[in-house]
């Protein structure tokens, strides 16, 4: 599977931004998708997760009820909507593919698949 994220982009804080990811493969809807953030000098964190027909989703409490995701298996997409945007959410942000349950996926360890990263930059 190759994930190529997009959609990144500068924003005031309180704004919003929607980012896709668009996976290659047929295998697309097997896998667990998760989004992933690095800032400048820190680890990569973990922030959204969805099980492989969207049922069901997992977030980091840093972003519940600001950000959701979904996906679009049809055309092999997985989405971050964020809104509210904050200074601190500004980072490289990351799609994922993984398997595993999901209430394990917050862990890097569970991807075997990443794509190249966007970047998102919240100004105050």
């Known amino acids: 599977v190759q994930l190529q994220a997009s959609g990144g982009g500068l924003v005031q804080a309180g704004g919003f931004l929607r980012l896709s990811c668009a996976a290659s493969?047929?295998?697309?809807?097997?896998?667990?998708m998760g989004w992933f953030r690095q800032a400048t000098g820190k680890d990569r964190e973990f922030v959204a997760a969805?099980?492989?027909?969207?049922?069901?989703?997992y977030y980091a409490d840093s972003v519940k009820g600001r950000f959701t995701i979904s996906r679009d298996n049809a055309k092999n997409t997985v989405y971050l909507q964020t809104s509210n945007l904050k200074p601190e959410d500004t980072a490289v942000y990351y799609c994922?593919?993984?398997?595993?349950?999901?209430?394990?996926?917050?862990?890097?360890?569970?991807?075997?698949?990443w794509g190249q990263g966007t970047q998102v930059t919240v100004s105050s």
């Open positions: 994922a593919a993984g398997q595993g349950p999901l209430y394990s996926m917050y862990l890097d360890k569970r991807y075997n698949y």
């Open positions: 493969g047929r295998t697309f809807s097997s896998y667990v």
């Open positions: 969805i099980t492989w027909n969207g049922g069901s989703t």
